[in-house]
């Protein structure tokens, strides 16, 4: 008899079951899902580096030849050699080329943004995946496989063919096997990207095409910390050296992604389950009476308590099977950013743990439900049968006053409701709070980093566009003289001269890596030095900008490092000669996750131990050219057609990666998340308090209120919550971007960022989307109103 | 004497599972202004059904309903509503009110909805004036869980009049309270009717109905019989022994 009484029951309450059952789907989806994302995400990199079995320190050197190591290499070498600390090592050749010697089948250049590496597949350093997470044990020769940037850059896809043309004339093609997953060098901070290729094809690149050659070092050491500390105290030269740890900063960007869909995650979490309790909650009031009819005939309460037990486990189990079957494609879908540059677990993965999370919903879901029913041994038959309420004891009278309100009635009872009721409201209220925070997020960020100041914050002075010339800089790097450099901007200066553009400035900044030491602290750290320029056009956060030449300013994280202040003198080593320098200035970087000392241009430092050096800055003379920027750009483009032609903008973006690109796809997906699980929560709840409100419905259609009436007064509650809601997220976004994205710029070295808010789109665009679109929704489910007829009004609570 | 509601070959068919149910069978009555009409009959005999048919609660199969001379079957939900707001008053047997409201708010909330030229402070002062006049003043600003169903129903019949509608109707006014409370209901009825409100009740209770000056009896969708409780019957054991007598005729 049970049974059929259940049977009936789950037929009869069709659409609070179906309500329910789409509450325990969605959450079941949304937190196995994101669980698992989050169990995924936070040992994503380090599992990444595990799989690929890097080492604790990395050494990339360029210089020398195979048959003929350089000095630096053999020093290197000897230094690993006598090691204190029992270390193991691995070498590997690489060859390094520039864009101007990988072309595409048209013979057009592959766009590389920055040097460029090519390594045998089957170096003994670290392994090597592909697109699809195979790990690459086989390569035939001709094939080439390229990094995800390259190949995204430049649309490849495996059957293009690459050709390599070296300055000696050799020249070799290639057919692309697919895209490079690499631990080391594929992040987007990582500058140098790289391809791998057949050990056969890298023999015969390494003999014959003259390409400049340099070695990797991968150490695997106990103290990573010590063996840094010892290998700084050293004067070797390299292009990158640095621990593990320092690698795994560099996948910023797969962090800021992740830390997204981490957020979005906890959010959906939080979401789902006020859900859930609101549903649960709602439908168990709604059976007391038929609870109380029960217990009114002689039912004992361990028997009713059974019934609905066994109705919640019912609906449970079938919203949890539905939903753990659409949490495995949605996590995947939601993972799919992250996983483009690593090897990860997939998404969708971890059956196991997709189903043991829907099974533990399973069982909260009927514990709540238990424990929901507990509270019918309270009452008495009658208390049931009021729906759990007998008003006397429990019932509180609303906070407004209708008598000389200048409300209208519809809209007097929407706030009423709303202030004297908020709790039944607390779900879209927190879920439209929440969604705010989620669309401001993204948004403030892409707006910083698209923003004018984003130059300083990477140490950069201000400009009006790069020439982007590696072959160039390599040269001068090779060449290491301070005039190389000026000539080069010189040249550089006059060409545009000529061509009409009137050059305010045309600068530069060298970079070297450079030992600083203060007392017996020391760290080897990245060093520019502006040439065309004073280093007092830079941003500084603290102290003056140093003037004379043994004046220098560092970024907040070295002096930490070396534990100097404003004032202190520490000692700087280039040539091989340790000098004082005086610290006068502080400043933050985005650049090279936060390293860097600045020299004044008349400083005396080596130049044979550069290591690169950033565009040439050019800034205008004339106000119409800079109003005419566009126009510049491409006549600069056509005098310097070697040369990449870049914006503020495009150069950064270059250099880190286009976090703001990549995460501009992310805000529209999560501005769709947000409103379709707002317009859900609104439809869902507002069907709820229609099967809830019939009575009361029935009861003002008898007194007079029109259809148009009730509508408005559903919508006027809903429009209340979801203002509030909207106004509470819109005040609180700003501290929340800077608690969650601040914290992504702070790991880039930032000390602190002031965001850039638009408050066109922060304050009107997206909140009223946010608004109108839930309300639209509203608005078409309460047209149902029209179906309550007045005798429903027998039916109220 | 001018017609308050005027009903012609009123019928009302339910269809339940494809099987036709005629409630109604062409009903036609006449009610004057300042007339208290009850209807009474066994069971199941459509006295409720007919009261909701006439006053625009329901829509009838066919047949017309003229209120104050106005067709009402014919009109569209939202001018339906609009009578419902400003041309009657209906008193339910159970005394539905919004839970959020206190007793005078929910009164004055068909007021505020249906505006009609009345300031708010005079339509403050006509519902406070209601509720003296019926007795309840006192728990004006009282929850609708802290009054009796006597004073709730009170309430509910100054909610029906606040907007000083042509007609009340009333479903068993009186069939949610006890004795005490259903003879001061029904004593504050006789003495709006006597102020001119014209009223049409549906009732099973013989007292109530002894106090009207009109009952119909209704068997089996039909208007059965009639009778007019004349000025002389004056005295209340009289007009029910009356009642009485042509009820038992009726086969009540």
């Known amino acids: 008899m049970y049974f059929r009484i259940l049977r009936k029951d789950l037929k009869r309450k069709k659409s609070i079951h179906l309500i329910l059952l789409a509450f325990i789907f969605l959450s079941t989806m949304f937190i196995a899902g994101s669980l698992n994302n989050f169990a995924v995400i936070l040992n994503g990199v380090e599992n990444f580096m595990d799989q690929s079995g890097l080492g604790d320190f990395l050494i990339v050197t360029l210089g020398g030849s195979k048959e003929e190591l350089s000095e630096n290499d053999k020093d290197i070498e000897e230094f690993l050699k006598d090691q204190e600390q029992e270390i193991n090592y691995t070498v590997d050749d690489q060859l390094f080329f520039t864009e101007n010697q990988l072309k595409t089948e048209d013979g057009e250049k592959v766009v590389l943004g920055g040097t460029s590496i090519l390594n045998s597949f089957d170096i003994r350093q670290q392994k090597f995946y592909d697109k699809e997470n195979r790990e690459i044990t086989h390569m035939e020769d001709g094939m080439i496989y390229v990094s995800q940037k390259l190949a995204d850059k430049n649309y490849l896809t495996a059957g293009d063919k690459l050709r390599i043309q070296c300055e000696n004339g050799y020249e070799k093609e290639f057919e692309v096997a697919g895209e490079l997953k690499d631990a080391f060098l594929g992040s987007d901070q990582m500058g140098v990207k790289r391809c791998v290729l057949s050990s056969g094809d890298f023999e015969e690149l390494l003999m014959e095409s003259g390409l400049p050659y340099g070695r990797m070092y991968s150490v695997v050491c106990k103290d990573a910390e010590a063996f840094q500390t010892a290998y700084s105290n050293c004067d070797f030269s390299e292009l990158f050296s640095g621990s593990r740890d320092l690698v795994k900063t560099t996948y910023v960007m797969e962090m800021v992604i992740a830390a997204v869909i981490l957020l979005v995650s906890i959010c959906l979490i939080a979401i789902s389950v006020i859900m859930l309790r609101f549903t649960i909650v709602f439908t168990i009031n709604e059976d007391f009476k038929e609870i109380g009819i029960m217990k009114a005939i002689g039912i004992q309460d361990s028997s009713i308590r059974k019934l609905y037990i066994a109705k919640y486990f019912v609906l449970a189990l079938a919203g949890a099977m539905g939903g753990f079957a659409a949490s495995i494609p949605f996590s995947k879908g939601l993972l799919l950013q992250v996983t483009e540059k690593i090897v990860m677990e997939e998404g969708g993965g971890n059956v196991l743990f997709h189903l043991l999370v829907s099974v533990l919903i399973v069982g909260v879901i009927v514990a709540f439900g238990y424990w929901s029913t507990g509270k019918i041994r309270k009452f008495s038959p009658m208390d049931a049968i009021r729906s759990g309420n007998n008003g006397e004891r429990f019932r509180k009278k609303g906070i407004l006053q209708l008598k000389g309100s200048r409300r209208k009635a519809t809209t007097f009872l929407a706030c009423n409701d709303v202030i004297s009721e908020l709790r039944k409201y607390m779900v879209l209220l927190v879920t439209s709070m929440i969604g705010v925070w989620l669309v401001v997020m993204p948004v403030n960020t892409i707006n910083t980093l698209s923003s004018e100041k984003i130059g300083a914050w990477f140490g950069l002075t201000e400009c009006d566009f790069f020439l982007v010339d590696e072959e160039k800089v390599a040269k001068l790097i090779a060449q290491g003289t301070k005039q190389g450099w000026y000539d080069y901007l010189e040249e550089s200066k006059e060409r545009l001269q000529k061509d009409g553009i009137e050059v305010e400035r045309a600068s530069t900044e060298v970079y070297f890596k450079l030992r600083v030491r203060k007392g017996e602290k020391f760290y080897k750290s990245f060093a520019i030095q502006g040439l065309g320029t004073s280093a007092d056009q830079y941003f500084y956060d603290e102290g003056q900008p140093p003037i004379y030449d043994n004046e220098i300013a560092m970024t907040h994280i070295v002096a930490e490092k070396i534990g100097a202040g404003l004032g202190d003198t520490v000692y700087i080593t280039s040539g091989g000669e340790e000098k004082p320098y005086l610290l006068t200035a502080l400043y933050q970087s985005m650049n090279n996750m936060g390293e860097g000392i600045r020299f004044v241009e008349q400083a005396e430092l080596d130049y044979s131990e550069g290591t690169g050096g950033f565009g040439t800055q050019i800034m205008l003379k004339r106000e119409a050219d800079r109003e005419q920027l566009s126009d510049v750009i491409k006549r600069a483009e056509k005098l310097f057609p070697r040369v990449q032609v870049k914006t503020t903008k495009e150069f950064i973006s270059n250099m880190i990666g286009d976090i703001a690109g990549r995460i501009e796809p992310l805000k529209l997906l999560i501005l769709a998340v947000v409103i379709a699980i707002n317009v859900f929560v609104v439809v869902l709840m507002q069907k709820m308090f229609l099967i809830r409100e019939r009575g009361e419905i029935g009861m003002l259609k008898s007194i007079g209120f029109s259809n148009g009436a009730l509508i408005g007064w559903q919508i006027k509650r809903i429009m209340l919550v979801l203002f509030l809601g909207i106004v509470l997220g819109t005040l609180t976004g700003a501290p929340f971007s800077e608690i969650t994205s601040g914290r992504v710029f702070q790991m880039m070295g930032a000390e602190k960022i002031e965001f850039v808010i638009n408050p066109l789109e922060i304050y009107a665009v997206y909140p009223a989307s946010l608004f109108c679109i839930t309300v639209l929704a509203c608005a078409i489910t309460m047209r149902r109103v029209k179906t309550v007829s007045v005798q429903e009004m027998n039916h109220i609570v | ?252």
């Open chain 2, 1 to 252: 004497m001018k017609e308050a509601l005027y009903v012609k070959d009123l019928c009302k068919t339910y269809v339940i599972n494809k099987r036709q149910n005629n409630v109604l069978k062409n009903v036609n009555l006449t009610i004057y202004q300042g007339e208290m009409v009850a209807v009474m009959g066994p069971s199941g005999s459509g006295k409720s059904t007919l009261l909701y048919s006439v006053s625009g609660m329901d829509r009838p199969t066919a047949g017309e309903v003229l209120l104050a001379g106005k067709r009402i079957t014919d009109l569209k939900e939202k001018d339906l509503a609009q009578v419902r707001l400003t041309s009657m008053g209906f008193i339910f047997q159970q005394m539905h009110m919004l839970k959020n409201l206190s007793i005078m708010d929910n009164i004055l909330l068909p007021a505020y909805q249906a505006g009609g030229g009345r300031s708010r402070q005079e339509i403050n002062e006509f519902c406070m004036a209601l509720m003296r006049k019926l007795g309840i003043s006192d728990v004006a600003q009282n929850d609708i869980t802290e009054v009796s169903g006597g004073q709730l129903q009170r309430a509910c019949i100054c909610r029906s009049l606040i907007n000083q509608p042509g007609i009340l109707f009333a479903d068993e006014p009186t069939g949610a309270l006890n004795r005490s409370a259903s003879e001061d209901v029904m004593e504050e009825l006789n003495k709006l009717n006597q102020e001119g409100v014209t009223m049409m009740l549906v009732t099973h209770d013989m007292k109530v109905a002894a106090k009207c000056s009109r009952v119909l009896y209704i068997v089996d969708g039909n208007i059965k019989g009639e009778l007019e409780m004349e000025d002389g019957d004056g005295q209340e054991k009289f007009r029910e022994r009356k009642l009485n007598h042509w009820l038992i005729e009726m086969g009540w």
